[in-house]
């Protein structure tokens, strides 16, 4: 896929391309080329999109904007602090999120599929598309589906509480990569639902950027024993050795597969929280980038809202959503087809050539 990095410069890098041009068509007497298109159809500002489910919707970030915080039943939980409003791509005048908490990959691409009452967000974008000119649009997608991840976490959960319970990796493993499998057709599908929307509004394959991004381990066996309870990570160790090991690199290798077979550049979280899960900064919350088990006692009050009580519990944190903004703004402005978000030299996260998990 051609990528132009024509954010950079904007019109003086055109106005140098176009003069260029001139003068080596002119003074070779060979005629000219196709031009190369200035970006985005359309009119609007130039505009990066996030899709998909709470990784990019911001559960966990908190500040959620009222109307995904519960109103006429919609939880999809949008919050300002979400990876998408903490890129800082050079030209984008607008981000936006369409990304909802638990959505599969019916409802990122086109059909009758909603969640929390939205309607597919695929059909979303070909509204936005309107009056806004996409260039990048990035998406996490598929761990709602035959994973069923947060089941994942749940069922976890449920062999710390229950005494005598096996370990959560017991029954899970044996199917997991199956699961994976059946995974990645759903997520090609909802890839191609979004290049159909783009291609059905006149967008070329090098207009705009299409990443799909992994998901992160929130949790990892390296957390103090003393916060391995409900007051922090209710977890087995090796529960947690599994999930970091195995099951999110597994994942993650699926998601691969899922991107190159849709034509979409692939950006590999499974790594980007070593160090930072939920409770491993032990007293000092604030060196973590995932939220430790949360309970929103305000909501056991409602009847309505008690249910999503420990919705936000393991997920990105504002602060991994800061990283994670970071590692993406650099890898838009890359021309590698995948990278993976690691930590560097100055403790950020930052894409390196590496994508192969575990």
């Known amino acids: 896929m051609r990528r132009y990095r024509w954010w950079i410069g904007g019109g003086a890098a055109l106005l140098v391309l176009g003069l260029v041009a001139i003068f080596v068509f002119t003074g070779t007497g060979t005629p000219p080329g196709p031009a190369d298109r200035p970006g985005p159809p359309g009119t609007g500002p130039l505009t990066i999109v996030s899709m998909g489910d709470s990784t990019l919707s911001g559960e966990g970030a908190g500040n959620y904007t009222p109307d995904t915080d519960g109103a006429n039943g919609d939880w999809c939980h949008r919050s300002p602090n979400a990876t998408v409003h903490r890129t800082e791509v050079p030209g984008i005048a607008a981000k936006i999120n369409l990304a909802c908490s638990g959505a599969p990959a019916a409802q990122v691409g086109l059909g009758d599929t909603t969640q929390w009452t939205e309607r597919s967000q695929a059909a979303q974008l070909a509204e936005l598309v309107k009056d806004h000119r996409v260039a990048a649009i990035v998406v996490a997608v598929g761990a709602n589906d035959d994973p069923h991840f947060s089941e994942l976490i749940s069922q976890c959960f449920q062999a710390w509480f229950v005494s005598g319970r096996p370990p959560c990796r017991t029954a899970i493993a044996p199917t997991w990569q199956q699961r994976i499998d059946a995974m990645v057709p759903k997520v090609v599908g909802a890839l191609s639902d979004i290049h159909t929307v783009l291609a059905q509004a006149g967008y070329e394959p090098g207009d705009y950027q299409l990443v799909l991004q992994s998901y992160a381990a929130p949790i990892g066996p390296g957390i103090p024993a003393n916060l391995q309870n409900l007051n922090g990570c209710p977890f087995r160790t090796e529960d947690l050795r599994w ?83 970071r590692c993406l703004t650099e890898f838009l402005a890359i021309d590698s087809p995948s990278a993976a978000c690691l930590s560097g030299a100055d403790g950020n996260l930052h894409p390196a050539a590496t994508v192969t998990a575990g």
């Open 243 to 325: 999930v970091v090991e195995e099951g999110v690199p597994v994942l993650s290798r699926g998601l691969a597969t899922a991107a190159a077979q849709a034509g979409a550049r692939f950006l590999d979280l499974s790594r980007a929280g070593l160090g930072h899960e939920a409770c491993s900064g032990g007293t000092d919350a604030s060196r973590e980038w995932f939220s430790r088990l949360t309970l929103q006692l305000n909501d056991l009050t409602d009847a309505d809202r008690a249910t999503h009580a420990i919705q936000e519990s393991f997920h990105p944190n504002a602060n991994g959503h800061a990283q994670f903004g």
